[in-house]
């Protein structure tokens, strides 16, 4: 939630000609409950999904259509007060540090599943190939990734960095520059040139989600890499699915901001809504790094 505030305003001040004197506090919103039924119906219908029910696209269809309503409303209330000049520069501070521990939760978020791969891989399989354990299982080999015991888990092929994922992080990579080009040309006042750069900023990103999903299709047609497929496809899927959602989420947020800056919103010293959603999409950038070398490399 807290991106779709941060996504929703723009700084302090918006158009206003003067600064507001007081600090705006908004009344009672229905947003939050809205978002809740929306992730109630969206984890429920997943879960589903997952466990192959043959009606969990229902509530999971319904969750995501009720979360898309939320953030069209959500965005469109938070930018009205930006934009008749509720925000000061106190809000501006409460708003960035908002934002700093919202990413900081999501450094928290990664570091669980980056974690539960290095416990797995580091500690667990090399304690179950002691000398101990080979007294209870004998035929146990140390090898990553590990298809479990045999009979459990089907015969999978891993995939490697070359081609898809290299290309995604090009991609990526790129669009992290083309999006700070963008930056300074606000900050310069350079308008159009912004939105020019934004807008090939949100192409590369797409990009990557497609790319993302081709990734998936070869995994689960060709490959017989599923999430089923031991620690080695539950931490692949859930660390690369994971990141492929923020960097939709990412998307979602350049993309109000570039509607945003089409209008006429943001000024070169006041535009803390384009501040943070560039801080989420390099932050979705360093993680993409750290997953790169990590996941298909080692």
Known sequence: MGSAHAAGQAGHGGHGTAEAPHYYVPAPSNWPMVGMISMIF???GASMVVNKSAIGWIPLALGLAILIYMLRGWFAAV???SETGQYNRKIDVSFRWGMSWFIFSEVMFFASFFGALFYARVITLPALGDLDHKLLWPDFAVTWPHAGP???VDAFNTLGPFWLPTIN???LVTSGFTLTVAHHALRAGHRAKAINWLWITL???FAFVCVQGYEYYHAYA???LRLTSGIFGSTFFMLTGFHGLHVLIGAIMLTVVTLR???????PDQHFAFEAAAWYWHFVDVVWIGLYIIVYWL
């Open 261 to 267: 800056l089409m209008k006429g919103h943001f000024k």
């Open 169 to 171: 992080t090009l991609l």
């Open 222 to 224: 060709d490959l017989n």
């Open 203 to 205: 192409l590369l990103g």
């Open 150 to 152: 045999a009979g459990v």
């Open 79 to 81: 930018i009205s007060e």
């Open 42 to 44: 969206t984890t429920f």
